[in-house]
């Protein structure tokens, strides 16, 4: 990254062209400005989405511009000429973000499918990353999903259309202060990834998610004590208990 304070960075902006690649600190800056960068991408290469595609593809990618250019370079490719990239296409051969690298993993917990989740996690593991940093991802996947499933038990989220959507509706003073205190509001969250994170919860009762976040503490701890022969093997029981029936 080059200083626009460098005589460096001055010389090559008045003799030709430069272009900015930084990613805002604000959450909402960052998303329009990853959204701007994915529609030039799409008229450099042609690249076209269903109507589901280009969201799925922005919350995998991130907003990290660089890394969105290469990715849409990857799936107009892909696609073809004339083709439209959906979310098969964009889980096939688009690689996440480095801050959404468990992404797929924390999507097959939400969405309960054992058979992708351990297919997941095992490429993950297989690429190099920390089985502790993944049992953390869970967890923290977990715990939004406690607080959505709250959230929808109190009415203080709401379903909207079609059900991809979610809306948060007046809180209670105390709920109103507890959010604000947090270091990320909820409410702040795009409708559609709230959307998704509320319709990921219902597939779980309360308790289930409760139940499940302690079972991924307890592995943590067998983990980083050294009680347990194999860490992978923790890893794959532990998202299989999450990710089972109810009657199972």
């Not at 529609?39 to 991130?62: C, I, Q, W």
């Not at 205190?181 to 909820?186: A, V």
């Amino acid at each position: 990254q080059v200083s626009r304070r460098l005589a460096f960075y001055k010389a090559c902006r008045s003799a030709g062209e430069t272009h900015a690649f930084t990613v805002s600190g604000k959450a909402r800056e960052a998303e329009r400005a990853a959204a701007e960068q994915l529609r030039v991408a799409e008229e450099r290469t042609g690249l076209a989405f269903d109507s589901t595609g280009r969201r799925v593809f922005l919350e995998k990618v991130g907003t990290d511009t660089r890394h969105i250019m290469v990715e849409a370079e990857k799936l107009a490719v892909y696609v073809g000429t004339g083709g439209r990239a959906g979310r098969d296409d964009v889980d096939a051969v688009v690689s996440p973000g480095r801050e959404a690298i468990g992404w797929d993993l924390w999507d097959a917990i939400g969405e309960r499918d054992t058979g992708r989740a351990v297919r997941v996690l095992r490429r993950l593991l297989f690429q190099g990353e920390s089985v502790i940093g993944l049992l953390m991802g869970v967890a923290g996947r977990l715990r939004d999903l406690i607080l959505y499933r709250e959230a929808l038990d109190q009415g203080w989220l709401r379903m909207q259309g079609d059900g991809k959507q979610a809306a948060w509706a007046a809180l209670p003073p105390e709920v109103e202060a507890a959010f604000g205190d947090m270091g990320k509001d909820p409410r702040d969250a795009h409708p559609y990834y709230s959307g998704k994170l509320a319709a990921q919860a219902r597939r779980f009762t309360l308790e289930e998610l409760k139940r499940g976040l302690n079972a991924v503490i307890q592995a943590n701890v067998a983990l980083v004590s050294h009680r347990i022969g194999s860490p992978a093997t923790v890893l794959e029981l532990t998202l299989v208990r999450l990710t089972g029936s109810r009657s199972a």
